[in-house]
């Protein structure tokens, strides 16, 4: 009987401890980059595109290329999943010719219904609900400017969406305090919050939230298919920026995080994002990293 593949759908797949191997063996990875070793050599990688990306598809595709491996990109387009084709079957299909799967898509449930019917790992690339893979690279960057982020204090500010989700559940599995400053309305999903317990803190005040901060993070108000809510989000969002008057309620060496694109003068300043506590072009380079260490994780430790 065949061993079940392991997926990466959310990080809550993960152990505290494989979460903390996966960020040291990313750094590992990072410094010291051998072209000898290409573990993935013969394998193929899947990346199935509902959505467009910038970093996503260029860190999986030369990840791939530096472990020796290939990649394919496939958008509704190319394959029979834009014309209705049953998921279970098209990842039995697919499964069956290639190595691993990674998808970023709108709904969560296809990535765990393709989990499902798929005999290879299925790997969570995006979706409406979470955006683990990005939080493996945030929190990378994190233990290489600053250490550990145990019992650390992060501020969110903005939206409740999918990248805030994931920040919910990396204070889970890392031990920080998450403080979530959303306006009425935008607010994360009840369930995350409750599963998270004393770990989180909700406030209505950007910065009320970011006081005594170590890291604070934002994202756009107006995520990938609201664009027609932008004016309606750019209201509710006014009092949410991260600005220099954010910055320095949090701690003298607190960090700024964004996981790209970013609207300077919208959801952060850019004096901020583009100032000294900035790191987001390296928080944007270690997706490469944390990626490559995902894959070996799941196609060779497992």
């Not at 290329?65 to 394959?79: C, K, N, V, W, Y």
């Not at 970023?104 to 969570?124: D, G, L, W």
């Not at 990378?140 to 500010?157: A, C, P, S």
């Not at 005040?205 to 995520?223: F, P, Y």
């Amino acid at each position: 009987m065949s061993i079940p593949p392991r997926h990466f759908i959310s990080l809550l797949d993960l152990t505290s401890d494989e979460f903390r191997f996966l960020i040291q063996r990313a750094i590992e990875l990072k410094n010291k980059r051998d072209p000898d070793y290409q573990p993935l050599k013969g394998k193929v990688l899947a990346m199935i595109f509902e959505k467009s990306s910038t970093r996503t598809r260029i860190s999986f595709e030369a990840g791939m290329a530096h472990f020796g491996g290939s990649a394919l990109f496939l958008s509704p387009r190319d394959t029979q999943l834009g014309r209705g084709e049953p998921l279970q079957d098209s990842a039995k299909v697919i499964s069956s010719m290639v190595d691993c799967i990674m998808l970023r898509t709108n709904k969560h449930e296809m990535v765990t219904t393709f989990a499902q019917h798929s005999r290879v790992p299925v790997i969570n690339g995006l979706t409406d609900t979470q955006h683990p893979c990005q939080l493996l690279a945030d929190m990378q960057t994190y233990f290489e400017h600053r250490g550990d982020i145990k019992n650390k204090l992060v501020t969110w500010v903005g939206d409740g969406n999918n990248m805030c989700h994931s920040y919910i559940h990396a204070a889970m599995l890392l031990d920080f305090q998450l403080h979530i400053a959303c306006p009425v309305g935008y607010q994360p999903d009840p369930a995350f919050v409750t599963a998270a317990g004393s770990r989180v803190k909700l406030f209505n005040s950007a910065k009320e939230a970011a006081m005594g901060s170590d890291l604070i993070v934002t994202d756009v108000w107006a995520s990938m298919g609201q664009e027609e809510e932008q004016r309606q989000r750019e209201l509710a969002f006014k009092d949410y920026q991260v600005n220099t008057e954010i910055m320095r309620v949090a701690h003298k060496n607190a960090l700024f995080m964004h996981c790209l694109p970013a609207h300077r003068g919208e959801e952060v300043s850019a004096d901020v994002i583009d100032g000294a506590q900035s790191v987001i072009f390296d928080e944007a380079e270690n997706r490469l990293h944390a990626q490559k260490a995902l894959l070996e994780f799941l196609l060779c430790i497992q």
